[in-house]
């Protein structure tokens, strides 16, 4: 018999924390009775959950919604809607209706919970809605999450973000830092590792301010609850910010074994004047500081970075400093970034905006040295055994492949028992940041 049940896309741009939201997309629409598929022209609602932190995030997806006009033509019926945090800022669901009349729901970030409402409205009125909640509300707890990414398992701790870093957006599109119920945030976990999930990633902009609003608990006294769950599962978090790292997160790490001995932490520049400028309220002293007091506590913990190169007035001495940082601290990885101007927030006006030129050799030279770094890491691995938490088949290696604890990528020959297991993996080659060995 012919399945007919109405079937969905959704292409996710941005962060883990979108990826996630993606993940309540498709529980609402599962709830609805709809099915996912992977073939645009199969689908019956397809959804954008889109990403603005850098212009090259919104030209994709722009490029990739320009590009359904024509199925739309050929297919009548065909939902289109366009959400995250693109469409959330000022001005741009009204800017993306003129210029793409086709889509038919443009929500924002604050209107996700919303959507089965948005879609039955659409289904009986047919005319475009637009619904961009301006503020945020309170948080919304048992939205249905259909997720993707077994064994690992989101679990959001906190929303939005009260940083306002001069150069980033998301201040303005996710709205004020909210902390969940530290028992909402717990009994999800505890379900999760019920149901056999193996691992359990805390997301956050800013983990370790967990908290700070509700004062129910800290970020630490979250990781210690959720750790002390009985089962067989890692714990892991991001992103912290290193003005908020504390003693007692280094030493919680410490005494929790099931908590990863890694640990994301942002550096962005090193330069003090571009730090200050960033409005990071940090140092490159007070970073390497804090980079120390982890060291202490846990020398062998992986450490991995973001950075950014072009910041408005970063001269060749900040650079420097920058790079000197990165063999300071000698990263487990870095997302390196070219700075990205960005509509209403503070470092879009201000004077000295770097040419791209510029920008493209620094980051060039950025990408090599940890490239460097990462392989000289992965020597040292050669010879050792690590436990892997496998997560999935690689069908060009043909290999399987997983983490370990510090987030090291490794492949090896496995079979289909091992996928959402953990295995012991021997080292025996090395390729850039990649891993391969043999399963014992
Ligand atoms: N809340 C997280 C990161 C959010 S965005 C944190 O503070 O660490 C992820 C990364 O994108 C940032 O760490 C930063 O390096 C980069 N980013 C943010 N805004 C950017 C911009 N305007 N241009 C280029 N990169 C940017
Ligand atoms: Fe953006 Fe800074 Fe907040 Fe991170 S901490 S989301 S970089 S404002
Ligand atoms: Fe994430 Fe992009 Fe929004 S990085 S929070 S999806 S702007």
Redesign the pocket.
Known sequence: MENCAKKYLITTYGCQMNLHESEKLAGILTSMGYESTSKENEADVIVFNTCCIRENAEDRAEGNIGALKQLKKKNKNLIIAVGGCMTQQKGEAEKLHKKFPFIDIIFGTHNLENFKELLLEKISSKKSILAVMEKEGEIIEGTPRFRTSFPNAWVNIAYG?????S?????YV?GRERSRKFSDVVAECKELIKQGYKEITLLG??VNSYGNDTKEADFSDLLNEIASIEGDFRLRYM?N?PKDLSEKLALTIKNNPKICKSIHL?L?AGSNNVLKNMN?KYTQEDYLNKVELLRKHVPDIAITTDIMVGFPGETDEDFNETVSVVKKVNFSGAFTFIYSRRKGTPADKMPNQIPPEISKKRIIELINLQNSINRKDSKNYLGKTVQILCEGFDEKKKLYLGRDEYGRMAYFNGNNQDLGNFVCVKITKTGGISLYGEKI
């Open positions: 973000c009260n940083n306002f870093c150069y980033c957006i998301v201040p996710r902009q800013n992103t910010h942002p962005q990071r």
